[in-house]
């Protein structure tokens, strides 16, 4: 993070732990939950308390988290002895919250500014790539509209065009026709639909395989790969519809083998660490590469400087050991002294949306049957786009809840899952009831 942290090693987890959550959707909640479950957590403050999850868990911070007004939040931080803090989102590690609240004395779990290039700037993050023969989609990267044009009508295959910055998981358009992809184009580089993120576009080759998402922690020098997941962005079942930010995930990939995972880490999480390192980028969070298993091997879609959500929940759920303890490692530099243990179990998260997502959609509906839906055993109900009104909870957001639940196999931990979505309801709501669904048969 800041300078006078690079490649040093931070102290040992103390015996009591104030901890700040940054982030207010499902994957904070997921956060939470578990933080709270550490012997040595002292304080947990959240900034999100709207968010009735995160508000059940920890004391409210108050604070605005803008960039612009960051020295708010390092008094606050300051006034109440806060040793470690968890950055959820990716907007906040973009614009450089770590670097300002990381101290010798206060850790800061979540990359620096520079470091969430990786997925703030995917030009700069191809060329990262390419650097170290990271095996990704061959890629062209344009900040000229009349050129990008012409680089599509020269090219035979449909390629997927992206706006380079950030835009909540909706900057990916994987056009059908070649007047799909120029109005995609103009949509990006002229009438700014994402804002300052389709300045510059990647241009990249379509690939095709089954996707999956594997997560490492990464304290400057050592990763610690996590289980893998399988997420779904499309909104419809059968993988149809448009992408959202994910509408439902499992853990672990039964169809994902051991020596395809041993070349995920071998071929790149490790060559991506050393080209980090010859930035002279301190990397310390998690490294989120978001892969597709071509007929050619794994290679890179995207990679994240975050937690994905819903990923995030599948994976707190199946988390035995002391996610404080794994939290303060990495922030620490001290990976490689601790272990991180897993249930054997699989879980299974279904994401409720609101009527209308991923467009505009409708707020203030009441949600009923959340008690009921929680109280069934190895369930949790997370909320992402929830608040509370009028006594009751109503939603508030796109994604509203996570509905997860653990299971012998996947196709348990699914069908456990839907069990519980059924209790839920709140008017149009939307779900997909085939996550997972493609395992069934596997295991
Ligand atoms: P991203 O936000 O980069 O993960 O992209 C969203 C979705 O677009 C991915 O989950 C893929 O389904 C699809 N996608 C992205 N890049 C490619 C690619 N190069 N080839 C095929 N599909 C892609
Ligand atoms: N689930 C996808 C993401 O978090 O970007």
Not at 64 to 70: G, M, Q
Not at 126 to 132: E, T, V
Request: with cysteine; net charge negative; hydrophobic share 40%.
């Amino acid at each position: 993070m800041t300078g006078n942290r690079r490649g040093r090693k931070g102290p040992p987890c103390p015996d009591k732990v104030n901890v700040l959550l940054v982030g207010g959707g499902g994957r904070e909640h997921a956060l939470a939950w578990k933080i709270a479950q550490a012997p040595r957590l002292g304080n947990l403050y959240v900034t999100h308390s709207v968010n009735p999850g995160l508000a059940a868990l920890g004391k409210p911070c108050a604070v605005p988290i803008e960039a612009r007004e960051s020295w708010r939040l390092i008094k606050w931080c300051d006034q109440h002895q806060i040793d470690l803090v968890v950055i959820g989102p990716e907007g906040p590690l973009a614009e450089g919250m770590a670097d300002a609240l990381a101290t010798e004395k206060r850790l800061v779990f979540g990359v620096s500014r520079a470091a969430a290039q990786i997925e703030a700037n995917k030009a700069w993050a191809k060329q990262l790539m390419r650097s170290s023969s990271v095996p990704t989609a061959e890629a062209r990267i344009f900040s000229n509209y009349e050129q990008a044009v012409q680089y599509l009508q020269s090219r035979e295959e449909m390629p997927v065009i992206k706006a380079s910055g950030l835009a909540a998981g909706k900057g990916v358009v994987v056009p059908e026709s070649l007047e799909e992809a120029i109005e995609a184009l103009g949509q990006i580089m002229k009438q700014r639909i994402f804002g300052s993120a389709g300045e510059t576009v990647v241009i990249e080759e379509r690939l095709s395989g089954p996707e999956v998402s594997v997560f490492a922690l990464v304290d400057g020098r050592t990763i610690y790969v996590l289980e893998p997941c399988q997420d779904h962005k499309r909104l419809l079942e059968g993988d149809e519809g448009p992408n959202t930010g994910g509408m439902g995930a499992y853990s672990p990939v039964p169809w994902l083998d051991a020596s395809t995972l041993a070349r995920i880490e071998q071929e790149i999480l490790v060559p991506t660490l050393d080209a980090l390192v010859r930035e002279e980028i301190e990397y310390r969070g998690v490294l989120y590469a978001g892969l597709m298993i071509t007929p050619a091997g794994p290679k890179v879609i995207e990679f994240n400087c975050r937690f994905g959500d819903p990923e995030c929940q599948a994976l707190m759920m199946r988390l035995r050991s002391d996610l404080l303890e794994a939290l303060w490692a990495t922030a620490a530099g001290r990976l490689d002294e601790i272990e991180v243990r897993w249930d054997g179990r699989s879980s299974c998260i279904v994401v409720i949306a609101s009527p209308g997502y991923p467009g505009p959609h409708r707020k203030g509906l009441p949600i009923t049957g959340l008690e009921e839906a929680a109280a069934l055993e190895d369930v949790m109900v997370f909320h992402a786009g929830t608040k509370r009104e009028g006594g009751g909870i109503v939603n508030s957001g796109g994604r509203v809840l996570g509905v997860t639940a653990l299971g012998a196999t996947v196709a348990t931990a699914r069908h456990r899952t839907l069990q519980a979505c059924d209790l839920i309801h709140f008017e149009g709501m939307q779900l997909r009831r085939d996550i997972g669904a493609a395992c069934a048969a596997l295991r």
